[in-house]
């Protein structure tokens, strides 16, 4: 009998790609839905089965369902720029959520039973204490982030009303790149500081603006909590193992917080380039701090970050940002 398949959104984007490559590596069959908005065919391997599609597609969305026998959802698929959410909302609440909903109908309606959401932790906002638990208050800091919350909670009603178990993954900074060298961060516009700090170590970008230096922090710039791209991939995977027998929510990071300073120099040392910078005004609703406690996940998942350095996790982004520095090219 034919395998079921996993659907996978949004997997010719960054972690989704990440994620693709770990499933293809357990000799899973995938699909790739993404109508490559943000995302780039190349990122997707020739293993996987790509299908160029929109979410907003509901009857689209359904015949992939159908066609390839959909056994489990993974959804990567959103707009995600807090700061552009901060100036057109209604994309995101509308979009998101949206999209969401015609995707979480056709698996219900499938009889799909599992679904991993790669969600976020802006769903944090200004947190009250850290490192940041599963047991934090959420107030999202964005629409993007109050997208993700309704759509977990859409989940949270897809599982008591039709059995649809749901695995929330909240991960703070996704960095790095794969180690093999085929798959790397490529957005256009790129907002992420990792990749805006080695274009300017190739001298692609003139500096490194920093957003504000006066957060009561040791060096006076925002600190946040990097995990490399693959390990969240890893996190997924074993995600998806757990739904078998219920859902899940988790926090993913590396537990370690690096201040915007601490990453620039840190890249100096792993480049051996200058690296010129600036330092501009705040932006509204940055927190000072974010960190991740992640020891559910380690506990429950047995996940644990391989590469749990900072020098490790841009070293894999330096090698991928060498080898394509136009990313893929397309």
Not at 250 to 255: A, F, I, K, M, V
Not at 302 to 320: N, V
Request: with cysteine; aromatic share 6%.
């Amino acid at each position: 009998m034919e395998r079921e398949s996993l659907l996978v959104t949004g997997g010719a984007g960054y972690v989704g790609s990440h994620c693709v490559a770990a499933l293809l590596a357990r000799d899973l069959p995938v699909v790739v839905l993404d109508n490559l908005q943000q995302g780039h065919r190349a990122a997707v391997p020739a293993a996987a089965t790509f299908v160029h599609g929109d979410l907003a597609d509901a009857s689209l969305v359904r015949r992939v369902m159908e066609q390839h026998r959909v056994g489990a959802v993974l959804h990567f698929a959103a707009n995600s720029l807090v700061g552009e959410s901060m100036r057109d909302p209604f994309k995101y609440l509308g979009d998101n959520v949206s999209n969401a909903l015609n995707l979480l109908r056709a698996a219900v309606d499938a009889g799909v039973r599992r679904f991993v959401l790669s969600s976020t932790a802006n769903l944090f906002g200004q947190p009250e204490r850290t490192p940041i638990d599963e047991q934090a208050a959420i107030d999202p800091g964005s629409p993007y982030g109050e997208s993700k919350f309704i759509i977990e909670r859409m989940l949270h009603w897809a599982d008591r009303v039709h059995g649809l178990r749901a695995a929330c993954l909240r991960y703070f900074n996704a960095a790095g790149a794969h180690p093999d060298g085929l798959l790397g961060e490529d957005h256009d516009p790129e907002t992420h500081l990792i990749p805006i700090v080695l274009e300017a170590a190739l001298g692609r970008r003139s500096h490194v603006e920093i957003f504000g230096d006066d957060y009561p922090t040791a060096d006076g710039t925002c600190v946040r909590d990097y995990v490399h791209v693959s390990d969240l991939a890893d996190a997924h995977v074993r995600a998806l193992d757990l739904l078998a027998t219920r859902s899940c929510r988790y926090n993913l990071g590396n537990g370690q917080g690096y201040s915007v300073r601490q990453v620039i120099e840190t890249a100096r040392r792993v480049t051996g380039r200058e690296i010129p910078v600036k330092t501009g005004p705040r932006r509204p609703g940055d927190p000072a701090v974010l960190v991740a406690a992640s020891e559910r996940a380690m506990n429950e998942l047995g996940w644990t970050p391989r590469f749990g350095s900072l020098e490790a996790i841009i070293a894999t982004a330096w090698a991928w940002k060498q080898k394509h520095p136009d990313g893929y090219g397309d």
